[in-house]
C-alpha cells in the first residue's frame, strides 16, 4: 500500500499528515505557538495537493481513489481534531472547552462526511464554512494573544469557534479559493507560521 505515496499529490497529503502529527505533539506538549506554526503547513500541503493532482498527466484511477480517502483523513485531523485539542489546553481543559471542542469534531465530521458524498453545489462552491479555515483563525488569534487580555482572549475563542462549528455545517455557500485567495493563504501561513515559531523557540 506504500506504493500509493509514490504519487506526488498523496506524497504531498502524507507530509501533511506528518505535519499535523508534529502539530500534535507540540499541543500535547503545552508548546501551542509551535503547534499552530506546524498546522498552518499541513494547510498549505491540503491545498497544494490537490492542484499537483489535478497537474499530475495520466494519473491513474487508483491513485486518485488512494488519494481522495488520505485527503479526507489529513482534512479531519488539521481541520478539526487539532483545533479541538488546542482548544482544550488553552483553556486547561475547562467545561466551556469541552463542548466546543466536541461541537468542533462533530461539525467537522459532519461536514466531511457530506462533502465525500455530495461534493459541491451546482456553482462549484461549497457547503458550509470548510474546515481549512480553522487553523489560520485560531493562528491569527494566537499572534494577537501578548496583546490581549487574558480575560478577553479566551471567551473570544471559545465564541468564535463555536460559532465556526456552526458554520461548518450550516446552509452557506462559501466560494472556492481562487488563484489570489490561494497566493494569500499561502503568504499568510508562511509568515504567521515563522513568526510563530520564531516565538516558540525564544
Known sequence: M??????????????????????????????????????????LADHLDGVV????RNRSPDMAKMGKSLDGFGDIMYGAILPAIIL??????????????????????????????FGKSDDGRFFGVPLSYDIPLMAAFVLVQPFLPAATFL??????????????????????????????????????????VHRGTV
Open 2 to 43: 506504500l506504493r500509493y505515496l509514490v504519487d506526488p499529490a498523496n506524497a504531498i497529503t502524507t507530509v501533511g499528515l506528518l505535519c499535523s502529527s508534529i502539530a500534535l505533539y507540540f499541543t500535547l506538549a503545552g508548546h501551542i505557538e509551535l503547534a499552530v506554526g506546524a498546522a498552518l503547513w499541513a494547510v
Open 53 to 56: 493532482a489535478g497537474r499530475t
Open 88 to 117: 482544550v489546553q488553552l483553556n486547561g481543559a475547562s467545561h466551556v472547552s469541552f463542548f466546543v471542542a466536541t461541537a468542533l469534531l462533530l461539525a467537522g465530521a459532519i461536514r466531511l462526511s457530506y462533502f465525500a458524498n
Open 155 to 196: 471567551p473570544a475563542v471559545n465564541i468564535v469557534f463555536a460559532l465556526l462549528s456552526l458554520a461548518h455545517v450550516a446552509s452557506v455557500r462559501v466560494p472556492s479559493p481562487n488563484r489570489a485567495m490561494y497566493l494569500a493563504i499561502t503568504l499568510f501561513a508562511v509568515t504567521a507560521s515563522t513568526i510563530l
